[in-house]
């Protein structure tokens, strides 16, 4: 690296999504969104169906019968609206969670650049009004973790 400056700056999105393990991570995230997206639809596709058999079957039971089938389907719906919601969470906790683990496993690279370049500090390059490009050591960085991580997984932190 042949920037010297006491400051650097770094896109830690870019980091991470321009990385080989960011590529690898978003794309088992969004391929994990689809399927929660298509169960999601193959739920929906049941749920309505099973609405038009309670409105089909309306006119031949007593009303009160009626109430406790669409109480009961009322809940159900609930409770799957719930349980699905719960899936989306989790999912994108899981991203976020994968991200702070990346990060910290860029630090000691970070901190190698830092070195380097002789610097006190770095910044989140999104924070920053204005600056020069030449402190920016987010494309070194990407290569170095690319390198050093060569598609090795990351580990989960115990919680």
Same mark, same amino acid.
């Given at each position: 690296?042949?920037?010297?400056?006491?400051?650097?700056?770094?896109?830690?999105?870019?980091?991470?999504? $321009?990385?080989?393990?960011?590529?690898?991570?978003?794309? +088992?995230?969004?391929?994990?969104?689809?399927?929660?997206?298509?169960? #999601?639809?193959?739920?929906?596709?049941?749920?309505?169906?099973?609405?038009?058999?309670?409105?089909?079957?309306?006119?031949?039971?007593?009303?009160?019968?009626?109430?406790?089938?669409? +109480?009961?389907?009322?809940? /159900? =719906?609930?409770?799957?609206?719930?349980?699905?919601?719960? /899936?989306?969470?989790?999912?994108?906790?899981?991203?976020?969670?994968? /991200? =702070?683990?990346?990060?910290?496993?860029?630090?000691?690279?970070?901190?190698?650049?830092?070195?380097?370049?002789?610097?006190?500090? =770095?910044?989140?390059?999104?924070?920053?009004?204005?600056?020069?490009?030449? =402190? $920016?050591?987010?494309?070194?960085?990407?290569?170095?973790? #690319?390198?050093?991580? +060569?598609?090795?997984?990351?580990?989960?932190?115990? #919680?």
């Amino acid at each position: 690296m042949q920037v010297e400056s006491p400051i650097l700056t770094i896109d830690s999105e870019r980091l991470f999504e $321009d990385s080989i393990f960011g590529r690898q991570t978003i794309s +088992d995230f969004e391929a994990r969104g689809a399927a929660l997206s298509a169960e #999601n639809r193959r739920i929906e596709d049941e749920l309505e169906a099973e609405e038009q058999a309670l409105t089909t079957l309306r006119p031949t039971i007593t009303p009160e019968e009626f109430r406790a089938l669409a +109480d009961a389907f009322d809940a /159900k =719906v609930q409770e799957t609206r719930r349980t699905q919601e719960d /899936k989306s969470r989790e999912l994108n906790a899981g991203l976020e969670r994968r /991200k =702070v683990v990346f990060l910290n496993a860029a630090m000691p690279v970070l901190e190698q650049l830092m070195r380097e370049a002789g610097a006190a500090v =770095v910044l989140e390059r999104r924070s920053i009004f204005i600056s020069s490009n030449a =402190v $920016d050591i987010t494309q070194v960085a990407i290569f170095r973790l #690319n390198q050093l991580l +060569d598609g090795t997984e990351i580990p989960e932190e115990e #919680n």
